[in-house]
C-alpha cells in the first residue's frame, strides 16, 4: 500500500473540502482558455476568425458565477460570502466579486476594440486572445488573494503575457521597444517587490495577509520591516505607473498595439491596484503612520506629474498615457488616509476602478475607430470629426468630460468619493491632498477639452468630411463604455455594489 493510500485510510485523516463554486469563475475561464488553444491548434487558419468571438464567450461564461456568487446562495450547501479558503489566503467576498466583474467585462471589451485591429494586421491574433485570457485569470485570481505568495503568482501571471503583447507589432522598432522596456522594467520592479515580501515573510514567519497584519503590531518600528513594506510598495507603484516608477507607460503605450494600449492603461493598472490595496489594508494596517506619508507623496506627484507633461502632448495616446499616470495618483489619494477610515478607502478606490475603466476604455475605443480613417494619433489629424462622425465624437466629449470629473457623468462621482475619503478623516494631511486633488482636476480640463474643442470646432486637416463605417465590434465597445459612463454618473439612481460590509472579514 502507498503512502499516500496509508494516510488517506486512517480514520482521522479529513479530506478537504473545496469550494467549486467559489473557484468557478478562474475555472470557467482556465478551462475555456485550454479549449480556445485546442480549437487553434486543431484548426490552424481556419479558426483564426472565429478566436475573438470564442474568447469573449469564455469572459461571459466565467461571469455566471460571479453573479450566482454576489447571489450569496449556493444551492449545494448554502453557504454565503465571505467564502474563506486556504485558511485565510483565498478570500471571496463582495470586494473580490465587484473586481473580477469588472476585469471580466473590460477583457470582453478589449476583445472587441481588438477583433478588426489583429484580423486586418499581418498578426498572429490567435495566440494574441489566448493572452489576453491568461492575463485576466491573473486578474481573477488576484482579486481574492490575500497571501504573499498568490499575490505575487497572480501579477506575474498578468505581466507576462502583457510583456509578450507590447511587442506583438514584431516588425515595429517602437513595438519592440515598448515590449524591451515594460519587461525589463517589470522584471526589475516584481524583484525589488519579491525582495519586499521576503523581508515581510523573514519577520512574521507566515505569508497570509491575516496572520501578518496582526503580527506587525510589534515591528511597528523595526528598520527592517519596514524596508520590507517600502519594497513591496515599490514594486506595486510600478504597475500602477505611479511617479517616479511611470517611465516605462508612456513609450509602451505609444508602441503597443492600441487594443493593448487599452488594455495595460484600464485592466492590469487595475490589477496592480487590487494587490496594493489588499497589501496596504489588510497586510500593513500597523505600518500607517510610515505607509501614510509615503502615499501621500506618491499620489500628489504623480497626479501632478502626470497633467503637467500630458499637456505638452501632441500625440493623442501618449496623452492618454500622461493622463492614465495622473488618474493613477487620484487613486492611490485615499491610501494617504486609509488608517483612519479603511472602508472609505476601500470603497472609493474601487469606485474609481469601476469608472475610469469604462470611460478610458471607451476614449480608446473612439481613438482605435477615428484612427482608421486618419492613420496617425495626432490630436490635430482629429480636426473636423464632428463633420465626418458626429456619433463618434459625441461619444468621445461624453468620455473626456467624464475624466475631467463634470457632472453629471461618472467621472465626477468617481472624484467626489476620492474627495470624499479625504476630507473624511478631518486631518490636515486629507484636506491638502484633497486640495492638490482639485487644482490637479483643473489642470487636467485643459488637455482633454483641446481635444473636444479640435474634434468640434477646427476643420479637418485634410477637408474630406465624407463619414466613415463604423465596424460592429467597435460600436459595441463604444455603447458598453458609454452607457455605463452615463449611468455611473447618476449614483443616487443605482445601486451601491462598492459599499462593502466584510472588509474585516476579508482577512480573518
Known amino acids: 500500500m502507498s503512502v499516500l493510500a496509508q494516510v488517506v485510510s486512517q480514520p482521522e485523516f479529513v479530506r478537504p473540502h473545496i469550494d467549486w463554486h467559489a473557484f468557478a469563475p478562474e475555472l470557467i475561464l482556465l478551462g475555456w482558455g485550454a479549449l480556445v488553444t485546442i480549437v487553434d491548434i486543431v484548426g490552424l487558419e481556419r479558426t483564426r476568425r472565429f478566436m475573438p468571438g470564442l474568447t469573449g464567450i469564455g469572459f461571459l461564461l466565467a461571469m455566471v458565477p460571479v453573479l450566482t456568487l454576489w447571489a450569496q446562495g449556493d444551492a449545494f450547501d448554502g453557504a454565503t460570502l465571505p467564502r474563506v479558503l486556504f485558511d485565510g489566503a483565498y478570500v471571496v467576498d463582495h470586494y473580490a466579486l465587484v473586481l473580477k466583474g469588472l476585469f471580466l467585462i473590460s477583457g470582453y471589451v478589449v476583445v472587441l476594440l481588438s477583433t478588426n485591429y489583429m484580423a486586418e494586421g499581418d498578426y498572429h491574433d490567435s495566440e494574441y486572445y489566448q493572452l489576453i485570457a491568461a492575463s485576466v485569470l491573473g486578474m481573477l485570481v488576484m482579486t481574492s488573494a490575500r497571501d504573499l505568495v498568490s499575490i505575487f503568482i497572480a501579477l506575474e501571471l498578468v505581466s507576462i503575457p502583457a510583456y509578450l503583447m507590447a511587442a506583438w507589432r514584431k516588425r515595429d522598432l ?280 479640435q474634434m468640434c470646432f477646427l476643420p479637418a486637416p485634410d477637408g474630406d468630411n465624407s463619414p466613415i463605417k463604423i465596424p460592429a465590434p467597435l460600436n459595441s465597445a463604444i455603447a458598453l463604455t458609454l452607457v455605463f459612463t452615463l449611468i455611473s454618473g447618476l449614483a443616487l439612481l443605482v445601486p451601491d455594489i462598492t459599499n462593502f460590509t466584510e472588509l474585516a472579514g476579508s482577512a480573518p
Request: proline share 5%; net charge neutral.
Open 174 to 453: 517602437a513595438s519592440n521597444e515598448a515590449g524591451l522596456k515594460y519587461m525589463l522594467m517589470g522584471v526589475f520592479a516584481s524583484g525589488i517587490m519579491l525582495y519586499g515580501m521576503s523581508m515581510l515573510y523573514g519577520a512574521v514567519g507566515d505569508t497570509r495577509l491575516s496572520a501578518i497584519g496582526p503580527a506587525l503590531a510589534e515591528f511597528s518600528s523595526s528598520p527592517f520591516v519596514v524596508i520590507g513594506a517600502l519594497f513591496t510598495i515599490f514594486g506595486f507603484a510600478f504597475k500602477v505607473s505611479a511617479v517616479p516608477f511611470h517611465t516605462w507607460a508612456p513609450d509602451t503605450y505609444e508602441g503597443a498595439p492600441t487594443p493593448l494600449t487599452a488594455f495595460l492603461a484600464v485592466s492590469s493598472k487595475a490589477a496592480g491596484f487590487v494587490g496594493l490595496i489588499s497589501i496596504i489594508l489588510f497586510g500593513l494596517p500597523e505600518l500607517s503612520e510610515v505607509v501614510q506619508p509615503l502615499m501621500w507623496i506618491l499620489a500628489a506627484a504623480t497626479m501632478t506629474i502626470g497633467n503637467l507633461i500630458a499637456l505638452r502632448q501632441e500625440n493623442i495616446v501618449r496623452m492618454l498615457a500622461y493622463s492614465g499616470i495622473a488618474q493613477a495618483g487620484y487613486m492611490l489619494a485615499p491610501l494617504a488616509v486609509y488608517g483612519d477610515v479603511p472602508d472609505s478607502v476601500q470603497s472609493s478606490i474601487v469606485t474609481y476602478l469601476l469608472i475610469y475603466a469604462a470611460m478610458n476604455l471607451g476614449a480608446f475605443a473612439v481613438v482605435i475607430t477615428a484612427a482608421r480613417r486618419t492613420r496617425s494619433g495626432d490630436i490635430s489629424s482629429f480636426g473636423g470629426m464632428l463633420n465626418w462622425a458626429p456619433g463618434l465624437t459625441a461619444a468621445m466629449v461624453a468620455f473626456l468630460f467624464s475624466l475631467t470629473g463634470i457632472p453629471p457623468l461618472g467621472g465626477w462621482w468617481a472624484k467626489f468619493q476620492i474627495f470624499n475619503a479625504l476630507i473624511e478623516p478631518g486631518t490636515a494631511a486629507g484636506y491638502a491632498l484633497a486640495i492638490v486633488a482639485a487644482v490637479n482636476s483643473v489642470i487636467a480640463a485643459f488637455y482633454y477639452l483641446n481635444v473636444a474643442k
